[in-house]
């Protein structure tokens, strides 16, 4: 992994040191050499995993870049020659804070403390990719309904709670939880309407929800009888018989 670098600081000498120090960390890579917070912000640059930043600088200090940063701020560490800014640096969130001169030992422990701070961001932003996409499959789930009528009026059910759908003569009963509703429907129509991630095809007469499927128990010409988890069993035809070994890996 490749840590991006920005060194702000107004002194070149001070460009020079931080570059030496890097010596030894191959993985650092300073992308950018800024003189100033103007000059700064004005560079349509690939963003820094970390920014070395001096504070007493002309024009405006580096608390300044810290306000005007138009984003999320990156890992900031202070590198100055003012010990008495310490306190209001790390009240602004600083990674770290080191004086001039550079001394090497210091500046290899910092680099360390930058490292692991980028896996635990890294981690942490893994998990929260995971937990929106988590999120956004069960908003989906909650969200995704059907109308189904029927001779006693026109019904809402969550898709999710459907545990299979029988074809019976010219009807269609929808079984869900312990109840079981019967309409005039055709599989062909209500396909357009059902979720695919979920629903499949079976059987002549049956669609099934897959994550209503508790048990599979394989015939011996390629067929199978599902049990769904209102116990009730459903033929599943060995023309299906993809979806069957899908089914077994999950």
């Given at each position: 992994?490749?840590?991006?670098?920005?060194?702000?600081?107004?002194?070149?000498?001070?460009?020079?040191?931080?570059?030496?120090?890097?010596?030894?960390?191959?993985?650092?890579?300073?992308?950018?050499?800024?003189?100033?917070?103007?000059?700064?912000?004005?560079?349509?640059?690939?963003?820094?995993?970390?920014?070395?930043?001096?504070?007493?600088?002309?024009?405006?200090?580096?608390?300044?870049?810290?306000?005007?940063?138009?984003?999320?701020?990156?890992?900031?560490?202070?590198?100055?020659?003012?010990?008495?800014?310490?306190?209001?640096?790390?009240?602004?969130?600083?990674?770290d804070y080191?004086?001039?001169?550079?001394?090497?030992?210091?500046?290899?422990?910092?680099?360390?403390?930058?490292?692991?701070?980028?896996?635990?961001?890294?981690?942490?932003?893994?998990?929260?990719?995971?937990?929106?996409?988590?999120?956004?499959?069960?908003?989906?789930?909650?969200?995704?309904?059907?109308?189904?009528?029927?001779?006693?009026?026109?019904?809402?059910?969550?898709?999710?709670?459907?545990?299979?759908?029988?074809?019976?003569?010219?009807?269609?009963?929808?079984?869900?939880?312990?109840?079981?509703?019967?309409?005039?429907?055709?599989?062909?129509?209500?396909?357009?309407?059902?979720?695919?991630?979920?629903?499949?095809?079976?059987?002549?007469s049956y669609?099934?929800?897959?994550?209503?499927?508790?048990?599979?128990?394989?015939?011996?010409?390629?067929?199978?009888?599902?049990?769904?988890?209102?116990?009730?069993?459903?033929?599943?035809?060995?023309?299906?018989?993809?979806?069957?070994?899908?089914?077994?890996?999950?």
């Amino acid at each position: 992994m490749t840590i991006k670098c920005w060194i702000i600081d107004d002194e070149p000498a001070a460009h020079k040191g931080i570059i030496i120090a890097l010596e030894e960390h191959t993985d650092f890579e300073v992308i950018f050499h800024g003189y100033s917070v103007d000059k700064t912000l004005l560079e349509p640059l690939i963003k820094p995993d970390v920014v070395f930043l001096d504070i007493e600088m002309p024009s405006k200090n580096g608390f300044e870049l810290l306000k005007l940063w138009p984003e999320s701020l990156p890992n900031i560490v202070f590198i100055t020659a003012y010990n008495q800014y310490a306190v209001t640096a790390f009240n602004n969130n600083a990674l770290d804070y080191l004086l001039k001169p550079i001394e090497q030992t210091r500046f290899d422990v910092m680099t360390n403390k930058v490292r692991q701070r980028i896996k635990e961001q890294e981690v942490m932003l893994k998990r929260s990719s995971v937990e929106d996409f988590y999120n956004q499959i069960k908003q989906r789930e909650s969200q995704l309904e059907l109308s189904v009528k029927t001779s006693d009026g026109l019904y809402r059910i969550k898709q999710k709670d459907i545990i299979y759908i029988e074809s019976v003569s010219s009807h269609l009963a929808f079984h869900y939880g312990d109840k079981t509703l019967l309409a005039r429907d055709a599989f062909k129509r209500l396909s357009l309407e059902l979720d695919p991630k979920f629903f499949f095809r079976t059987h002549k007469s049956y669609i099934a929800n897959s994550t209503h499927v508790t048990k599979v128990e394989k015939g011996r010409f390629g067929d199978a009888i599902l049990e769904m988890s209102n116990r009730h069993q459903i033929k599943m035809s060995r023309r299906y018989n993809e979806i069957l070994q899908q089914l077994e890996k999950n």
